[in-house]
Each structure stands twice: as C-alpha cells, then as structure tokens.
Nanobody, 119 residues
Framework: QVQLVESGGGLVQPGGSLRLSCAAS????????MAWYRQAPEKERELVAAITSGGMTNYADSVKGRFTISRDNAKNTVYLRMNSLKPEDTAVYYCNADMSRYGLMYTYWGQGTQVTVSS
C-alpha cells in the first residue's frame, strides 16, 4: 500500500510564501512523474506543476515565475515552493504521483492540503 502525505498548507497574506511537501510512504515502487494539482471551490481540479524523474518541469501559466516544483528522489518527496501568493491561489492542493512496478502503471493522490491567501 502506497500513501502520499502532504504538509505545509495554511493561511498566508497576499505576497507571502509557503512550501508544500508530499512524501510517498509504504511499499513504494518506481516513481515516475510527480505533480501538484489544485482545486478551488466550484472549479475543476487543475494542474499546477509537474516534474519528471529526471527533473524536467512544467507549470501552469498562472504560476510561472512564482512557483517552483522540486523533488528529492532519495526521500520519495516532492515540494512546491510558492512565492508572491495571490488570493486566486486559494485552493486545496493535491499531490499526484505516477508509479510503475513490473510494467504496470499506478497513479496515487494525496488527501489534499488547504492553502488560503487572504489579508
């Protein structure tokens, strides 16, 4: 059983920063891409940032230049550094990981962590 456990969310003022972490635990197979998604109230879940096992990244246009995704493969952990936060960044942030074992692909989700940007 594999679990993704997120941490680091909270309340921050506009212009502030937060760092989210997501660690995979359990019987972790090979981890391929990892990503952060977010879902605001009454909106669809959207991709925020993704990173491959080799470190290639891509970002949603709305967060480019403000957010940075990184990963520590030895710790099976992905991070999201969020700077210059805006009220429209308020959402539940979900960690996602694509894994493989014996040629089979698996996708896992974390439970979500709330990020609220408000004065």
């Amino acid at each position: 059983q594999v679990q993704l456990v997120e941490s680091g969310g909270g309340l921050v003022q506009p212009g502030g920063s937060l760092r989210l972490s997501c660690a995979a635990s359990g019987s972790v197979p090979r981890i391929n891409a990892m990503a952060w998604y977010r879902q605001a109230p009454e909106k669809e879940r959207e991709l925020v940032a993704a990173i491959t096992s080799g470190g290639m990244t891509n970002y949603a246009d709305s967060v480019k230049g403000r957010f940075t995704i990184s990963r520590d493969n030895a710790k099976n952990t992905v991070y999201l550094r969020m700077n210059s936060l805006k009220p429209e960044d308020t959402a539940v942030y979900y960690c996602n990981a694509d894994m493989s074992r014996y040629g089979l692909m698996y996708t896992y989700w974390g439970q979500g962590t709330q990020v609220t940007v408000s004065s």
